[in-house]
């Protein structure tokens, strides 16, 4: 039987403008967003970017996908600041890829302070690159439930590095959940199921990841305070301050 597959690709972007429509109310959504396009670069009169959904299809928004971004990772229990840490304790340098559960939201160039194209990694059926054309092609099973084949330029060494940067984040986020809950419910299935090898090793991953999301902090509170690019001596000096303030008894 024949299967019906929409193609679209993003250097015509006039074509996939035509499909959509436009949706002011549009949210990004865990389970069925697949792909965030930046439109700016464009220059579209009233279309700053463009959300393509599973349940929606393709829809138009005059915001740009940073605030779109902002606005749904605000919305969760882990925001951008979690994500930075992360991104700090495993020393990735120029990706800020953003990882909370099962989602994977994949930016497609590093300057993600700005608008960016996302993708998510966990709701498109496959992905493949073409490096030859700098693009990466996303295959989605169900868009209207129609088959979609969604076709974006990108650096695919850049793309490909993110995508693996992600999956490390997301096996990290796996094992300090999995001690969490082994030390709040020793009795729970789960984290005899996922239980590491070797339990001090995670322990130490905790307690490290625990000293740079605190330390991210208050150099971002010295920053606050005109102190533009604090140096390692003075941020060693006050989180030292703050942490014995802090973490004890007083």
């Given amino acids: 039987m024949y299967r019906r597959i929409v193609e679209v690709n993003t250097s015509r972007i006039e074509d996939i403008i035509a499909l959509g429509e436009f949706d002011q109310d549009i949210e990004i ?4 967003t697949l792909l965030v396009l930046d439109c700016q670069k464009y220059n579209i ?10 349940h929606k299809g393709i829809c138009l928004s005059n915001y740009e996908t940073k605030k779109l971004v902002n606005r749904y990772v605000e919305r969760n229990a882990v925001t951008f600041a979690f994500t930075r840490a992360m991104v700090r304790y495993m020393d990735f340098k120029g990706i800020l890829p953003y990882v909370y559960g099962e989602t994977i939201m994949i ?3 590093g300057v993600t302070q700005r608008s960016t194209d996302w993708f998510f990694l966990n709701n498109v059926s496959s992905y493949i690159f073409s490096s030859s054309e700098n693009k990466v092609i996303l295959n989605c099973e169900k868009v209207f439930n129609i088959a979609f084949k969604i076709v974006i330029e990108t650096n695919p060494a850049f793309c490909k590095r993110a ?9 990290l986020e796996n094992q300090l ?4 809950i082994a030390d709040f419910y ?7 199921f996922c239980m590491l090898e070797n339990d001090s090793d995670t322990s130490k991953k905790i307690h490290d990841f625990k000293e ?10 010295l920053q606050a305070q005109d102190f533009s690019d604090p140096t390692d001596e003075l941020l060693t000096e006050i989180y030292t301050e703050v942490k014995r303030r802090m ?3 007083m």
Avoid: W
Wanted: with cysteine; hydrophobic share 35%.
């Fill in 107 to 109: 930016p497609l160039t």
């Fill in 186 to 192: 020793p009795s729970c299935p789960l984290p005899k």
């Fill in 163 to 171: 995508i693996g940067f992600a999956k490390q984040m997301y096996e």
């Fill in 45 to 54: 009169k009233n279309v700053k970017s463009i959300v393509f959904d599973i």
């Fill in 247 to 249: 973490n004890r008894l």
């Fill in 29 to 32: 959504q865990s389970r069925s």
């Fill in 177 to 180: 959940l999995c001690k969490l």
């Fill in 212 to 221: 740079d999301y605190h330390k991210m902090f208050t150099k971002y509170i």
